[in-house]
Each structure stands twice: as structure tokens, then as C-alpha cells.
């Protein structure tokens, strides 16, 4: 068990994390890629404090799980309210503010 | 050895939970994969014996975060024609990955530099955490608590239901 | 004193147009013949005092205004000089100018612009006497340019005809082509010496320090305006044309003003072009051909003053053979005898006109013998002068031009001028008997002829018959007076008294041919002249020359124009920018598309740059390696 | 007094529209605090004139302190050159404000105020950041001007002048900054003042594209050939008052740039260019000129014309020697008297006739001949004509024009042909022939007379007697001119 | 104790404020004028305290007992809080109208708004990387929640959602980088990371450098650079007036403090290393905010694609301070410091409008708008012409400084597309001024009414006038050269 075996994990959360983010329509699997991206750092910061033997990688991470428990209350409260307005959780369907006339 | 087999085993969960999360039509489907990796997270904070984040994970992350979500998923219920019709999705999933992998490169490669060995201290307590929080994080930890409440204030005002339903322009 | 003689008019012109302009609608019309016609009187006065100062011996009469600009070694006075040769120019130009003053008392009086007129009149002689008396380059030019203006204004005086304004145009600006070489030759002189004054008497003293092919561009450019202003091949197509003013106006321009300027121009630069008499020959080619070339066409005219138009053009270029092959004198005594009879031609034509209810066509005239008797008697003096019928003033001064060609060997320029002369015979004298000895047509009431457009016909039809002895030669029992007192640089001529005889004999002889032919073809019967043959249809039109010249120089204008309106602004410049624009706007407009308002998208373009970033990073830091 | 003179010059017009626009003066009061801004500036103007040194350098020079942490100074002062200007401006704006006496639209009255400050700073100003303040200063007051008030596709028309002006204010901003830093680089403090600047020592590439950067903005202003196109539409669109001042002063600051920033600062460099820029003006001398002569509309025959008289003064300020220069400088004044003459004419006829097209006019010199004979004569200084001052100018361009290299002058002197062609064919077409549809109209009446009167004098005075007005530059102009061609000496 | 807890002070009473807003926004007595009113009560106190302790502080440590040294206490962090609170006061009074025209604005906006600042007051103040991630996301998902505060509007909800999820992505990257930098440094205060990078060299120095690009992700996301803009003009447009217009001139603002609090101090020996990426993305942002601007016919948009191009030249500015100019700096606060007054000026002149009609405002909107409200049209267009940066406007002088910096580094060829871009806005600005002076109004002048939203806005507009034309012969009434002189003490006590 090295930290290498971590840090490759962590790297694959994360980018896990951001393909879901940004290749997903439905807005829950976007929050919950957010939220993965998040706790990707937090296996990071574990394995940081654990390489140097300082406890603040896991105070911080301990605080992130409070900013992610923050970020999932205004997220989960958005979608709902999304959609409880148009009744759907595809984020292709939030296509109001369009400036210009796109010709599609 | 026993510790790295615990470790194969709790990443191929946790990339097959997100793996699944991201592929997965069914929003509850995704939901469960979800589950299965942060369950295999807080396994991972315990193989790296901070037990006291171990712990904290399973109780906020998996018992708030994501039994809340659920929650909202099922309150919402939405039926299957609710759900964005995804006809290109394996095609974005590959592209995207491309499209990441010189970031998930450098991000490892980064992380390779760092020395490659873990130091010998013992394990994180709750009580080393304690200290710590309470000595040179007091700070964040103070504020952690305003995030929070102004994160509580946002959700209660987005998520209530207005009397008033007039449509307005901003 | 002589700063008077040219600020009279100009004062009077100022007066007399503030006056007008203040009271277009009343007529003063006693305040503007005492004024219009008492400052050239005054000025013909002044004049004749300076000359009687020049014959008792003084050299030059000088007077300076004031200095006009000082840039450099740009030192220009408004300052006036009379030397013999301006004299002589002023003496007949103060005179006839001021006998076609009251001529036109007469003849414009019904008009509504009278004061208009004889302000217009007035600036014109003083124009006129600006650049006889200027002693400068630059002050001549001014002259020279605002002759050009009033003749604009003249010839365009009744302007509602938009043919008339047409006719001004052409004579302008054919005049500031001229101008236009002779602003580059005086500029080129002024560089040439620059820093050792520029007045006619430095030039003179340092005109050696030139060398001779500048000099030789220099003498060129100078004749281009000369050809403008006296309306010379090519530049003489405005002439004819100017004819659309009133009849005094014509008098003025062809008799007195104006068109010698040309030849007093040469003639002022004499010193120049002693020293480049290759110049010289082309001048008096130029001459010679317009001499012919006019003749040609003058015989073929119906219009009275049209006639009398190509003969001035015809004269000119008689002048211009004088003054290129260096005989100066006879160049002007020929500008000072033409004076007279030209001018007198012109009242009378316009007696005539006047007399016959603006009918200027002769062919529907006629008979006029009896009825208009002063003006039959004193046209036919000044004929008989421009014919060269001796002892009238045009025969001696004709003959000294063509004694000088023929002393000079140019005898191809010679016979060409013979020639001329009989042209100018048979023309002349066709005028004279269609209008006065023919049958009219038709019996016709005549306008009365107020007396003071009479009087000075019998003033100028004396000098028309005596001017010439003040330039008689030595063959003729002469001594050259007035080459004597002009004191030109002469080429020196040597020829037999009895080759002179021959000449004048020959000319006489010739003059008498076409005066014969004439009576025989228009005495009696009147024949209007068909365009039958392919010939004269071309000579009738005189040889499609303004049409040319429409063809080959105002038309590409127009259409260079309209290129320039139609094509290069909207599409070339201002297509250059709107095409940059509309790159831009093309850029902007797809770069707003991708602003499709789907949130996928913009993460998508965010992790687009984190994986630009991440592949920079990945090289910069040698990671990969 | 004395040395807050330039000041109150300057700000007096601005002070008197702030005051009148904070206590929303009416008309009445508006129309006579202009006029009485526009009076008693030109009476200052005239006092400065009176006590201007004519062999002495700048003066009345007042520098202060304004932007201290960056070196900028409110920094006037007025010379042979400015003082030209000046007195043109002050001169014009009273005129102005006769003919734009039934003028009842505010905006009008207060535009023009702005403007007169703009122009005058731009023009004493010799603190580069402070020039480039009022150059685009003045520019507001036009945009709103021919935007608001204007004709044709002015609100497009409006936008274009802008664009393309500031495009070249902003290649113009670009160097002076650049310089300032040099400045700063060389001496350890910032300074903008011309001074300053114009004892840099900078490489040849640095000022090369230096140069180039003001060029741009003065080419643009002037305009020269090719920078052209929005020159005939805002002229086209412009209210009168405003094309006045934007023919008779605003292209005249082009060419004042180049004299006072172009060699001022890069005296050597300049000369870089010069063979560009005299082939651009002698192309633009006939461009213009044979464009104009089929054109329709009055006001853009008449840009075009002022373009083709500007590609003339240009080019006498390319070609280094003392006849073309003074003769530019001869030509700024004595243009921009003809062309606010001319422009005013058309304005005239247009509130007359209600309109400027050519081919609807015809016949006016039957019905209004004073009208007539002031058009004319307006037309023909512009074109040179001997007796008004244009001619001056234009001979003693051409002299230089000569004295550099012939065949610039025989280009140059085509001059006395061009605009000859299309005006006198313009006048063939509106002051005389018949019309059908000007059936009567009032001749002009004594206010017309009193404001035109002034501009027909002073043509005529400095047409007939140059030698006045010479004294006031010549030495000074030498002097720069030596300077210069020390400068481009010691290039070579 | 005490003097140490009445210098936390100014920062406590706006996180009070917000409690106590919460408190009585439920409240029937309090209207929401009123709370409006108590909201600027408490900003007002934060400000006048904060604006008496300007320019007496650099580099203390507050409570340095207790919070180590996470709390920094200077000039630098004084100014933008300055900035903040007379943003958010600017942003509450002038929406006074709106607010009143909007039903849908409870008591908790206020209490929202008063968090938020605090966020951004933190962020200043932060001297530690994780206190400053939690306090960008205090500010953050107050602004949020904010964005999405019009839930009847579709487009205030999208807005909402487009934010909070590119927001958390980049957001994510922030935390990534400082964990980065805490594995490479051992810890992340500043103060530590400093002598880090000081002691060290460029190459061994991998792991932090990776983590601080990943931070400046977060902060190019805020400042909306290309490739990272693509909210921005949504969010603008979505979010209601008072929001927008706070976030025009606040967050973003905020947004720098820490970024210059980095880049000049504490990456100040290796930030050369970021000068290629941040040209090119200075160049996409120049170019692709101007594209966007110009594109755009609803006002709002159009600020908001101004807004990018702002961004672009501040990022001139800021690789000026990487390649070692010594002007830059203080050419950032003072742009930022000019970009606030004209921003906040514009979009409060747009609300303003708003609270009296209904509808998007367009260009065509605008039409004979001059006619209508000739003092309301005469300051949108000193703020245009602010944002155009035409002289005697403290616009320009914020341009003269950030291009003259940039000239200054060498930056020869970014100065010039700075100017190109300024030209081009030039374009989209004076299109505005052109719609409401050039064109007749249908209806007639309407009286100017004299109310606190109307005396800022024409205070704001003399406020640029001055600032731009403003000399130093006047005593206290400092001009110019006093906010050039604050920003210059501002980067001065960083040092």
C-alpha cells in the first residue's frame, strides 16, 4: 500500500467526478458529481496528512464535509425547486436566457 | 498485504459505484453507486487510520448527504419521462474523458512527487483532531458555522413555496 | 500715381457693387455711369501723363503699395512699374477701355443689372491694368486671374441662359489650364532664383543663372497660359463660346484686354525667351496654325460675332508668329492696331445687332447700308484695317509680321501667314457685304442707336485708319517708332527694301483676291453656306473639336467620378472596413453561438481550458518526461 | 490675469453651459449666455492677440500640477501655431450663434458651447494626456450633434465619424503612453508634457511605430485618402453650426497634430513617412476633387472639396521648407474662414430652399442676389481665388511644392484646375439657369449680412494684404523648421 | 483584547447585522424598507469604522493567539472591505425603489446579502488557503441563493442552477489546489507558503505551483476569463437588478483581493511562471468579452459581456505584476476601483429604470430615453463613457494605468489588443448614448425624482467625473490622485 495507489484513485475520482459534471444532463447526477469531486479531495487530504504525519489534511477534510453537507443543501433545494417549476431535472431544458437569436 | 487487498477491493467499489453514477439512466440507479463510493471512502479514511474521519463520513456524507439526496430523489419521484432523454450520452462520457485525461495525468503525475512513503505516526485520533480544530483551525471552524447557516437561509428561500405566484421579469 | 490708374477701377468696382448689391431693385442709374465710366476715364487720364513721362526720358515709373507677402525669400510688393512696353499696352487699353465704357452706357441701358454690369466692367480693366502694370510675377498672375474671372463673370452676365453660364465656364477654366502651366513656370522661375528677388527687373539681371533646359520648361509653361488667355490651339475653344456675353463684353476681352495678354506676356518676358528660340519657333508655329486654323473656320460662320471671334483668334496667332520669332515690336504694334479695329468691329457689329432686335445670324441680315450708314462707313474702315488694305493701321502692322517670319526664313510660317491674310480678306469682307450691301430678306424696323454707342465708332474708326503710321518702317519712309520706343530685345532682321516691297505688294495683292472672291460670292445674293461636303460639314462644326475635347477630357471626368462615387469609396474603402466589421461582428456572432445557454456546454468549455491548461502544464513543468 | 488667461479661455464657454444648464436656464437666457461666452471669449482672444509676442516662443504658458502620481499636468500655452487656431475658433463662434439665432432646440446651443472648449483646449494644450483629453472631448459634442440633430442616416452617420475617430485616438493614446513610459524609464518620473517628451531619445524601430501610432490619428482627422469614408456621410449629416467648426477646425487639428506632436516629438521620424504621405495627399488633392464633381448634395461636395484642401495643406506640411509650410499654415486660416463661409451658405440655402441637392437648385442669383453673390464668393475662395486669402496659401504651397521636386509641384499645382472644375460647374447649376421650383424666397436679410460679413473681410483682407498676418509665424516657423531640418540632417 | 475585538469589529457587525435581519424579516413591523434601512445601518457602522482604521495597519495579525496567523489585518484587505460594504450599501439604497416594485423580496435577501459580504470581507482578510475556500463559499452560496432569488422567473432559476454548477466544479478545483499545496508545503497558511516559496526553486516546486494554477481556475472562473466566461452572461442577465448589479461590483472585486493577496505576495518569486497562460487567456478574454458584448441587444447582457472585457484588462494588468512590473499592482485597485463605480453606477441606473417599468431593457429600449429623463440619460452616459474609458472619466484613467503597466513589462503587443478591445467597446457603449439621445420619445419628460436612489446614482456619476478630472489643488476633496494614492498604500502595506 503505497501512497502512489492514493493518489491514482484520487485523480480517478475526481475526473470521474468531472466527466459525470460535465457529460450528464440529469441534475442529480450532476450534484452528486460535484459531490464526488469534492470527497475525491477528501481521500487526497486523508492520505496527505497521513504521508505527513500532521492532522490538519484531516481537519480540513472534516471542514470539507461540512462545505459539502452546505453545498448539497443549496443544491438539493435547487433542484427541487427546479422542479417543482418545470418538472423535469434535465439541465438541457433550462434554456431561457438566450441573448442572441441562435439559429438552430 | 491484507491493507492493500482491503484497498483493491474498496477502489474497485468506489470506481464502480462512481462509474455507475455517472452511466446510469435511473436517477436512484446513480444514487446507489453514489452510496457505494462514499461508503467506500469512509472504509479508505479508515484504512488510513483516521478514524475519526472515517467516522464523520459515514455519518455526514452517508447519513445526511446522501440519505438526503435519496430522500429528495424519491420525494420527487421522477417517472421515466421526467427524465432527460440522454441519446449522445456515451458519446459525451467518451469525449469528455479525452477531453480530461491530460488533467487526471497531471493531477497523478503531481501527486507522484510526493514522497512515497507514509510516516510512521500514529494514528489519528479524534483527539489529535480535536486539537488541532481547536488550536490553529478555530478559525475556519468559526466560520464553517456561518457557511452553514447562510447555506440553511439559501435552501429554506429557494426550496419554500412563495404565496405570492406572480410571474415577474427581473 | 500710376497705383491710381489700376486702383481707380478697383475702387469703383468695389462702390458700384456694394452699391448694387444693397439696392437690387432701384436702378442708379446716372450714379453708375458717372462712376463707371469717370474712373477709367480717370485712369486714361493718369495713363496718358505717365506716357508723356516715359517720352521725356525717364526709364521706368515705379510705385510701390504696400508689400503683399514676405516668406522667406518670397518678397512680393503690390508694387506697379510702367516701362515703354506697358505704356504702350496702357495707352490703348485706358482708351478703348474707356470708349467701350460709354458704348456700353448705351447699350446696356435697359438692362436691370446695369450697375452690376459696370461694376463687373470696371474690375475687368482694372484687372486688366494690374497685369500690364504689375511689376512681379505674382502680382501679373493676379491680374492674369482675375482677368479670367471677369471674363467668367461677363460672359456668364445673363445668366439665367444655363448655355451662356456653360459658355463662362469654358472660357474659365480652358483659362485656368493656361494658368495652371503659367503658375508652374513662374513657380519654377522663383525656385530657379531663389533668394535674388522677384521682380521683372531682378529676373532680368539674373535670368543667366538659369540653365537652358530649365529655362526652356520654364518659357514652355509660361506660353501654356499664354495659349489659355490669348486662345490659342488647343486652349482656344472658349473663345467662340464668349460671345455669349453682351456685345461690349466681346469688344472689351477681344479688343483692348484680355486676349493680348498673352502676347504682352511673351512680350514682358522677352528677355526669356531671347534665350530660347526654339521656344520661340514653337510659339509662332502655334501662332500660325491658330492663325489659320481660325481663318479657316471664320469663313464658314454665320453668327456675326462669331465671326468676328475666330478673326481675334486669327490676329492673335499673327501676334504670336511675332513675338516667337523674336519680333516683339511688330507683336505688339499688331496688339495695338488690332485694338482699334477689332474693337470698332465689335461696336459696330453690336450697333447692329441692337439695331435688329438681338439678330446675330448675317444671312438674315442684309441691306443695312443705308439705314445704319455711320456704322456701314466705320465697319468698313476697320475691314478694310484688318484686311490689311494699306494705308489702314492693320497693313503696316501685318506686314512687319510677316517681313519678320519671311527675314527670319521661316517661310513655311510666312505662307501660312500670307495665306491667312487672304482668308482673312474673303471673311471679313463676306460679313461686310451680307450684312450691309445684301438684299435683306425681309424689311425689318430698326431699334434707334442711342448716341453714345455712335460717337465712339467714329473715335475708333480714325485710329483704326492712323494708328498704323506710328509704327512705320524704314521701307515705308518710317523710322519704327514704336519698336524704337518699346526698346525689346529684337532679333536682328536684314532685309532689302525692295524684298519688303515685294512682301507688302504680295499682301496687298492677296487681301484684294479674297476681298474680290468675297464680293463676288455674297455682294448681292445671299448664300447661307450648306454643309453639303464632308469638308466643309466638318469646317462648319468646327472639326468636332469642343465635342473631342467633351469626348476625350470631360467625359472620362465624369465617369472617373462616378467610378470613384459608385465603386472605389463604397466598395473598395468603406469596403475595407465593413468588411473588417463584419469579420468581427461574423467572429462575435459565432462565438455567441456557442453561448447556447445549456449549462453542459459551458462546463464543457471550462473543462476545455483545465485540459489546455493541464496539457501547457504537463510540458512546461517536464512532468511527462 | 495674465496667466490664467488661457484657462479662462479655455473653460469659460464649458462654465457658462454648466451654469446655464444647472439652473435650466431658459431659451432666451440660453441663447444670449452663449452668445455672450462666444463674445467674451473672443474678446480675451483678441486681447491675447494683442499682447502676443510675435518673434517669442510659447506663452502665456500656465502649468500646474493635475494628476501628480502620474506626471500630468494641466499644461497651456499658446504659440504662432495655436494662436492661429485660437483666433479662428473665437472668431467663428459668435457668427454661429447668429445664424443659430431661431435655433430653439437646447441641445443645439449647449452642444456648441462644449464643443468650443473642446476645440480651443485640444488646440492649447501641450501635455500630451491633457491634448488627448480634449481630442476626444471634442468629439462628444459632434456625435450628439449630428446623432440628434442631424440629417440623412445620421444616427449610422454619427456612429461611423465616432468609431473611425476614436479607432485613431486610440493608436494616438497607445503612443503617448508608451512614451510617457520611456520617458519614466529615462528619467525615474512620469511626465506627458510636450517638452519632456520631445527630448527622448528613442531608436529608430521604437519611433518608427511611435509615429505611426499619431498618424494614424491625425490621417484619420485630416482625412487623408483611404482614411476617408466617414468624412462625406458626417458632413452630409451634420447640422450646419456643426459642419462649420468640423471643416474649419476639427480636420484643421489634424494637421496641427502633426506640426505640434508629429514634429514636435519625433521630428526625424516624420520624415520616415514623409514620401507616404505626400503621395496619399497628392492622390487625395485629385480624388477628392474629381469626386466632387459629380456630387449632388452641397454639404458633401463641399467635404469633399475640404478634403481635397486638407490632402493640400498636408501635404505642405510633408514637404520641410518655409514656403509650404507657411503656406499650410496660411491655408488652416484662410480655408477655414471659406469653408465656414461656404458651409453657412448652404445652411442658409437650405433653410430657404429646404434643401441641398444641386439638381433640385438652380436660379438663385435671379431671386436672392445678395445671397448669391455672398455664395459665390464663398465658393470661389475656396477655390483659390486670387484677392482672397486661399490663394496665398495655395501659391506659396505650390512654390514649395516646387522647391522640393518638380514633379510634386506640377501635381500640386493641379490644384488651381481641380476644384475649379466642380465648383464652377456646382455654381452653373444653383446660383444661375431657371429653376422651376424656386418660385420666391426672401434675399438675405441684415443678420445674415452682419455675421457673413466678418468671414468675406478677412478673406479679403489676408488675400490682399498677407504681409499682416505673416510677422505673427515667420520667425518662429523658421526656427522650427530649422529644427526640423537639423533633426532629419543629423538622421542622415 | 479589546483593541484587537474592535478591530474584528467592523467584520462582526456585518455577520450580526445578517443574524439580526434574519431575526426580523419574519417580523410583521418591519417592511422591507425598513430592513433595507437596518441592513445599511450595519453597513454604514462597518464602513465609517473601517474607513478610520484606513491606512493605519499593515501586516498585523489579528487574534494571533487564538486563530494563528489566518487573520490579517492591513490596508490592502481595509480597502476592499471599503469596497464591499460601499457596495453592498450602494447596492441596497439604490434598489430601494426596486425592492419596493418587487414583491417577491423578503427579509432574507438582506440577511443574504449581509452574509455574503461577509464572505467576501473574510476572503480579504484570509491569510490561510482553507479560511479563504470557506469564505468564498460563504460569498458564493449567498450569492447563489441570491441569484435564484426570483423563483417565479424561469430565467432567475436557471441562472441560479447555471452558476451553482459550474460554481461548484470550479470551486472544487480550489480545494484541490490547496490540498496540493498542502502536501507540498505542510500547511496552508500564507505565511508558511511564502517562506516556502521563498527558500525554494522553481523545479522542485511542482506540486505547489500545480495546486496555485488550480486555485487560479477558481478565481478565473469568478472574474469570468475565457475560457471560463460562459456563465456569466447568463447570470447577469438572470439574476434580478440588485443582484447583478452586486455582483458586477462587488463579488468580482472580491474575487481579486485574494488573487492579487497571492499573486503579489506570497507566489510573488515564482508567479512569472503563469505570465503564458495568463496572455493567452488575457487575449481569449479581451477578444471573447468584446465578441460577446457587441452580440448582445439586451442591455443587461451587454454589461455583462463588457464586464469579461473588464476582466480582460485587469488580467493585463495582473501578468504586468508577474513579469515584474512595479505599477501594476496598484493599477489593478485602481481599476477595480473604477470598474465599481461605473458598474454599479450603470446597473443601478438599469434597476432604477426597472423598478418603474416592466420588461427586458434593450437597446431599443433606451430610445429617446435622453427625452424622457434627461438627467437619468446624462449619467448612464457618464457611465458609459466611464466604462468606455474616455478621458476625463476615472475610467480612462484606470485604463491609462493598467496599459501603461502593461507597456511597462513589455507587454508591447497585449497593450495594443487592449486598446483594440477598448476601441471596439467604444462601439457597444456609445450605441447605448446613441439610442438615448438620438431618437424622439414617445412619451413625455418625466419629473426627476429626488430620492435616495437618484442622489447616489448622480453622486456616483460626479464621483467618476472627479475621479477622473479631480486635481489635487482642492484640499480634501483629493480627486485622482487620493484613490491612486490609496491604492498605492494598499499594495504597499501588503509588502
Known sequence: MTPNMFFLLTSLLFSIGLVGLVSRRNLFVVYMSVELMLSSINLLLATLSKILGDASGSVIALLMIAVIAAEAALFLAMIIHLYRAKKSVDSDSFTALKGVKVHD | MLEISIFFILAAFMLGGSIAMITNKQTLFSAFG????????????????????????????????????????????????????????????????????????????????????????????????????????????????????????????????????????S | MISFIVLLPFLSAALMSVVYLSNTNTKHYAFYTTVGIGAPVLSTLLSFMTGYELLSGSDTVRSTLFEWVNIGDFNISVAFMADRLSVVMLSFITLIGTLIHIYAAGYMKDDPAYGKFFSYFNLFMGSMLLLVLADNPIMMFIGWELVGLCSYLLIGFYHKESANISAANKAFILNRIGDFGFIMGISLL??????????????????????????????????????????????????????????????????????????????????????????????ASIGAGSALFAAIIASYQNDIKKILAYSTMSQLGYMFIAVGLGAYGSGIFHVFTHAFFKALLFMGAGAVIIALHHEQNIFKMGGLKRELKLVYITMFIATLAISGIPPFAGFFSKDAILVAAFASEHYFI????????????????????????????????????????????????????????????????????????????????????????????????????GMGLAYKMFAKNM????????????????????????????????????????????????????????????????????????????????LAGISAISYYMLFKLGVLS | MMEHILTYIIFFPLFMAVVLGVFRAPLKFLKIGAMFSSITTLLLVLWLTYNFEPHGAMQFIQNLP?????????????????????????????????????????????????????????????????????????????????????????????????????????????????LGYIYFETSGIWSFALNDLAGLALDAKTSIWLTAGFLLAFAIKIPLVGFHTWMAPAYGSAPTPTVVIMSAIMAKLGIYGVWRFGYGLFEATLSYYAPTIIVLALLGLLYYAVRAVTEDNLRKMFAYSSGSHLSLIALGVFLTNIYAWSGSLYFIATHALASAGMFIMIGLSYKRFKTVRISELGGIASVAPKFAFFFAFFALSIAGLPGTGGFVAELLIIIGAFKTNFWIGVFTATTMLSAMIYIFWMLQRTLFGTSTKLCECSDLNAREILMLLPLVLLLLVTGIAPSLFTPFFETQLNASLQDVLTAIGGLQ | MIDQLLLAFPMAIVV?????????????????????????????????????????????????????????????????????????????????????????????????????????????????????????????????????????????????????????????????????????????????????????????????????????????????????????????????????????????????AIALRLYIVNFAPINNFWTEILQVITILTLLGGSWLAISQNIIKRMLAGSSIVHSGYLLIAISSIGLGSELAAPAVMFYLLAYFLSAAGSFGILSFIASQTKGQMSYEDFKGFAERRPYMALFMSIFMLSLAGFPSTIGFLGKFYIFTSAIESGQILLAGLGILTAFISVYYYFKLIAMMYFYPSQTSQEKFPVNVSTLLIAMMAMLIIWGGIGTSLIPFVPGADGFIDSAKQAISSLQ
Open chain 4, 66 to 178: 493635475w494628476i501628480q502620481n502620474s506626471g500630468i499636468t494641466y499644461f497651456v500655452g499658446v504659440d504662432y501655431l495655436s494662436l492661429v487656431i485660437l483666433v479662428l475658433i473665437s472668431l467663428l463662434m459668435p457668427p454661429l450663434y447668429i445664424y443659430m439665432v431661431h435655433e430653439n432646440r437646447k441641445g443645439y446651443w449647449y452642444n456648441m458651447m462644449l464643443l468650443q472648449t473642446g476645440v480651443t483646449g485640444a488646440v492649447l494644450s501641450l501635455d500630451l494626456v491633457l491634448f488627448y483629453l480634449f481630442w476626444e472631448t471634442m468629439l462628444l459634442p459632434i456625435f450628439i450633434m449630428i446623432g440628434k440633430y442631424g440629417n440623412g442616416k445620421y444616427q449610422f452617420n454619427s456612429m461611423k465619424i465616432v468609431l473611425m475617430t476614436i479607432l485613431g485616438s486610440m493608436s494616438m493614446l497607445f503612443s503617448i503612453l508608451y
Open chain 5, 16 to 256: 450580526i447585522g445578517a443574524f439580526v435581519l434574519m431575526l426580523l424579516s419574519h417580523s410583521k413591523k418591519f417592511t422591507l424598507e425598513r430592513l433595507n434601512l437596518v441592513g445599511v445601518l450595519f453597513l454604514t457602522i462597518s464602513f465609517v469604522m473601517q474607513y478610520q482604521t484606513l491606512g493605519a495597519h499593515s501586516k498585523d495579525f489579528l487574534f494571533e493567539d487564538v486563530f494563528g496567523r489566518s487573520f490579517i489585518l492591513d490596508d490592502f484587505a481595509t480597502l476592499f472591505d471599503l469596497m464591499f460594504t460601499a457596495g453592498a450599501i450602494l447596492t441596497l439604497l439604490i434598489n430601494n425603489d426596486y425592492f419596493k416594485s418587487r414583491r417577491y423580496f423578503s427579509g432574507e435577501y438582506f440577511a443574504l446579502l449581509l452574509f455574503s459580504v461577509f464572505g467576501m470581507m473574510m476572503l480579504s482578510h484570509a491569510h490561510e488557503l482553507v479560511t479563504a475556500f470557506i469564505a468564498l463559499e460563504i460569498a458564493s452560496i449567498s450569492v447563489y441563493a441570491l441569484v435564484g432569488y426570483h423563483k417565479q422567473n424561469k430565467v432567475s432559476s436557471e441562472a441560479m442552477m447555471k452558476y451553482m454548477v459550474l460554481g461548484s466544479m470550479t470551486g472544487a478545483f480550489f480545494m484541490l489546489g490547496t490540498a496540493l499545496i498542502y502536501g507540498a508545503v505542510g500547511s496552508t497558511s500564507l505565511t508558511e507558503i511564502s517562506a516556502y516559496v521563498a527558500q525554494g526553486e522553481l523545479h522542485n516546486m511542482t506540486l505547489l505551483i500545480v495546486g496555485a494554477t488550480f486555485i487560479m481556475v477558481t478565481i478565473l472562473f469568478k472574474i469570468g476569463a475565457v475560457p471560463f466566461h460562459s456563465w456569466v452572461v447568463d447570470v447577469y442577465h438572470g439574476a434580478p437588478y440588485p443582484v447583478t448589479m452586486f455582483m458586477a461590483s462587488t463579488f468580482k472585486i472580491a474575487i481579486f
Open chain 3, 527 to 606: 448664300r447661307e453656306v450648306q454643309a453639303d461636303t464632308f469638308m466643309k460639314k466638318l469646317v462648319i462644326n468646327k472639326f468636332y473639336i469642343d465635342e473631342i475635347y467633351a469626348f476625350f477630357a470631360l467625359k472620362p471626368l465624369l465617369v472617373l467620378s462616378r467610378f470613384i462615387a459608385n465603386v472605389i469609396d463604397p466598395k473598395i474603402f468603406d469596403g475595407f472596413i465593413n468588411l473588417s466589421v463584419l469579420g468581427y461582428t461574423r467572429a462575435a456572432f459565432l462565438f455567441a453561438k456557442l453561448q447556447n445557454s445549456k449549462v453542459r456546454y459551458y462546463a464543457l468549455y471550462i
Open chain 2, 34 to 169: 453514489f452510496l457505494v463510493a462514499m461508503i467506500g471512502l469512509a472504509g479508505m479514511f479508515a484504512l488510513l487510520e483516521s478514524r475519526f474521519l472515517a467516522l464523520a463520513q459515514i455519518m455526514v456524507s452517508v447519513g445526511a448527504v446522501v440519505v438526503l439526496s435519496m430522500l429528495t430523489i424519491l420525494t420527487i419521484n421522477a417517472k421515466e419521462e421526467n427524465l432527460p432523454k440522454e441519446p449522445h450520452k456515451y458519446k459525451w462520457i467518451f469525449f469528455t474523458s479525452v477531453l480530461v485525461l491530460p488533467f487526471t495525468f497531471l493531477l497523478y503525475k503531481t501527486l507522484t512527487l510526493l514522497p512515497q512513503s507514509f510516516s510512521t505516526m500514529e494514528t489519528i485520533t479524534s483527539k489529535v483532531v480535536g486539537k488541532a480544530l481547536f488550536s490553529e483551525w478555530v478559525l475556519p471552524f468559526e466560520i464553517i458555522s456561518i457557511l452553514l447557516l447562510s447555506a440553511m437561509v439559501g435552501a429554506i428561500v429557494i426550496a419554500r413555496k412563495e404565496i405570492v405566484k406572480k410571474e415577474e421579469h
Open chain 3, 414 to 513: 510666312w505662307g501660312v501667314g500670307s495665306l491667312t491674310a487672304m482668308l482673312t480678306a474673303f471673311y471679313m469682307f463676306r460679313l461686310l457685304f451680307t450684312v450691309f450691301h445684301a438684299e435683306a430678306s425681309e424689311i425689318k424696323k430698326l431699334h434707334a442707336l442711342p448716341k453714345s454707342m455712335t460717337y465712339p465708332l467714329v473715335f475708333l474708326a480714325f485710329g483704326s485708319a492712323t494708328a498704323g503710321f506710328l509704327g512705320l518702317n524704314a521701307a515705308y519712309g518710317g523710322s519704327s517708332w514704336i519698336n524704337n520706343f518699346l526698346a525689346l530685345p529684337e532679333s536682328e532682321l536684314h532685309l532689302a527694301h525692295s524684298t519688303e516691297y515685294m512682301l507688302g505688294a504680295l499682301n496687298v495683292l492677296l487681301a484684294f483676291l
Open chain 3, 190 to 283: 522663383f525656385v530657379s532664383l531663389e533668394g535674388s528677388g522677384f521682380t521683372f527687373e531682378t529676373i532680368e539681371t539674373n535670368i543667366h543663372l538659369i540653365d537652358h533646359d530649365t529655362l526652356s520648361l520654364i518659357g514652355l509653361l509660361l506660353f501654356v497660359g499664354a495659349m489659355g488667355k490669348s486662345a490659342q490651339i488647343p486652349l482656344y475653344v472658349w473663345l467662340p463660346d464668349a460671345m455669349a456675353g453682351p456685345t461690349p463684353v466681346s469688344a472689351l476681352i477681344h479688343a483692348a484686354t484680355m486676349v493680348t495678354a498673352g502676347v504682352y506676356m511673351v512680350a514682358r518676358y522677352s528677355f526669356l525667351y531671347v534665350e530660347i528660340p526654339d521656344i520661340g519657333l514653337f510659339i
